[in-house]
C-alpha cells in the first residue's frame, strides 16, 4: 500500500479557518513577494488588471471577474516568470462624479459650471479612495496575490500623461477620426456613460407607442391612383425622436400592402394589416419590402428641410434592413430611423448614406 505524501484531512473542520489559516502563512512567509523576488526581473510577464472604483464596495461581479484574472498571473509565474500583479484604482468617471453631485446637490452640469470645475475635481479627489480598505480585505479573502502598496491611480499625473500620449501616438499615425456613436448618457451630467453605469439606475417604465403616416412622393403602385395623397404607415416606441427622423425601414423581404382608408391609400405590412384595419380591407397592390428602397416622403417637420446635405447623403428615404431588425409582430412592420439616438438605426442609417439629426443639446433639451 503506497503511503500519502499529504496528512490526512479532518472533514469537521471550519472551512473559515482553514482559509485564514492559509492567508496568514501566506503573509508570514512573504509567499507572495517571495514569488516575485525568486525570478529574474529581466524574465517579467506584465499584466494589468483593469482598475475598479473605489468609490463603492466590491460586489459579485468583482469576485467573479477577479477570481478569473487571477488565474492568469499565477500561470505565467508558475511558468517563470516575475509577475508584479499591481492593483490600480478608477479615479474618474460617471461614479465618481455622480456621488459627489449627490452628495453635495450640486444641481447637474449647470451648477459644476457654476462652481467651477477645479473645486468640483477636488471635491472628487477627496471621496475616490473612500472603500480602499474594504476592497483591500476583500480581495485578499479572494486569495489574490496583489501588490496593494505600489498600486496606480488613474488621478495620477503620471498615469494621464500616459494617456496622452497613447492619444497623440494613435493622431501622429493618423489612426484617430471624428464621427458619431450612439452611447448611453447621462442629461443631468451631460456625459457619455459605460454600460455598467447606465444600468445603475435602469428602471423598466411604461412608454407609449405611436404609428405616424408619412406622405409617400415617390410613386411605387402598379396601377397608379390619382386624387388621393398616399401613406406610408409607420410605427415607433420613442415619439421623441420623431423630430429628427431622416428614414423609413421596411423587412427587405416582408410582404406588404397598399389599403385605402377614409379618402387616402396607406402602406402596411400584410401581417399587421389587420390590427389596424377593419378585417374586410381591399387589397389594391402587394411589394415586398426592398420595392421601397430608395423612395422618398415628406418628412412630418420642416425644422431641417434647408439643411445642406453632404454629397452623397441624404435624408427622407425609404430603406430596407439586411436581417430581422425591423419584425411585423408589432406595430406596421415599418419602422422609423432616428440615427442620433438608436445604435441599430445608427448602423442601417450609416449604411445607406443617410445623414442623422440631432436635436436636443447636451443637457437633454430641444435644440
Not at 423612395?295 to 447623403?313: A, H, N, S, T, W
Request: hydrophobic content about 35%.
Amino acid at each position: 500500500m503506497s503511503k500519502s505524501f499529504f496528512p490526512a484531512v479532518d472533514s469537521k473542520q471550519s472551512v473559515n479557518n482553514t482559509e485564514l489559516n492559509i492567508l496568514e502563512h501566506w503573509k508570514r512567509c512573504d509567499i507572495f513577494e517571495r514569488s516575485m523576488s525568486s525570478r529574474a526581473k529581466e524574465n517579467e510577464f506584465v499584466f494589468f488588471d483593469g482598475p475598479p472604483f473605489a468609490t463603492g464596495t466590491p460586489h459579485y461581479g468583482h469576485i467573479l471577474a477577479g477570481v478569473n484574472k487571477d488565474a492568469i498571473p499565477r500561470y505565467w509565474t508558475m511558468k517563470g516568470y516575475r509577475c508584479a500583479r499591481k492593483w490600480g484604482w478608477d479615479c474618474h468617471g460617471l461614479p465618481v462624479e455622480y456621488q459627489v453631485e449627490k452628495e453635495q446637490n450640486i444641481g447637474g452640469k449647470p451648477g459644476i459650471e457654476k462652481m467651477g470645475a477645479a473645486k468640483f475635481n477636488e471635491m472628487c479627489r477627496d471621496i475616490v479612495l473612500r472603500y480602499t480598505a474594504e476592497w483591500e480585505e476583500t480581495v485578499d479573502r479572494m486569495g489574490r496575490f496583489v501588490d496593494f502598496k505600489n498600486d496606480y491611480k488613474t488621478m495620477d499625473p503620471e498615469f494621464m500623461e500616459s494617456v496622452w500620449w497613447v492619444f497623440k501616438t494613435l493622431w501622429d499615425k493618423g489612426l484617430i477620426y471624428e464621427g458619431h456613436k450612439v452611447v448611453p448618457y447621462s442629461p443631468k451630467l451631460g456625459s457619455p456613460l459605460s454600460n455598467f453605469e447606465a444600468n445603475l439606475e435602469y428602471k423598466d417604465i411604461d412608454d407609449p407607442a405611436v404609428t405616424v403616416q408619412f406622405e409617400l412622393i415617390d410613386e411605387i403602385v402598379s396601377k397608379p391612383v390619382s386624387g388621393k395623397k398616399t401613406y406610408i404607415l409607420a410605427w415607433t416606441t420613442t415619439p421623441w425622436t420623431l423630430p429628427s427622423n431622416i428614414g423609413l425601414g421596411f423587412g427587405k423581404t416582408h410582404q406588404y400592402i397598399l389599403l385605402e382608408h377614409e379618402g387616402a391609400y396607406y402602406w402596411i405590412a400584410e401581417d399587421a394589416a389587420s390590427r389596424y384595419f377593419p378585417e374586410d380591407f381591399e387589397v389594391l397592390d402587394r411589394k415586398v419590402g426592398e420595392d421601397f428602397f430608395g423612395l422618398q416622403y415628406k418628412p412630418l417637420f420642416d425644422f431641417f428641410i434647408d439643411d445642406k446635405i453632404p454629397e452623397g447623403q441624404n435624408r427622407y428615404m425609404c430603406v430596407h434592413d439586411k436581417g430581422d431588425y425591423v419584425m411585423t409582430g408589432s406595430g406596421t412592420g415599418i419602422v422609423h430611423f432616428s440615427p442620433f439616438y438608436g445604435a441599430e438605426d445608427a448602423e442601417i442609417c450609416d449604411e445607406f448614406g443617410l445623414t442623422g439629426i440631432n436635436t436636443t443639446d447636451e443637457n437633454g433639451y430641444f435644440t
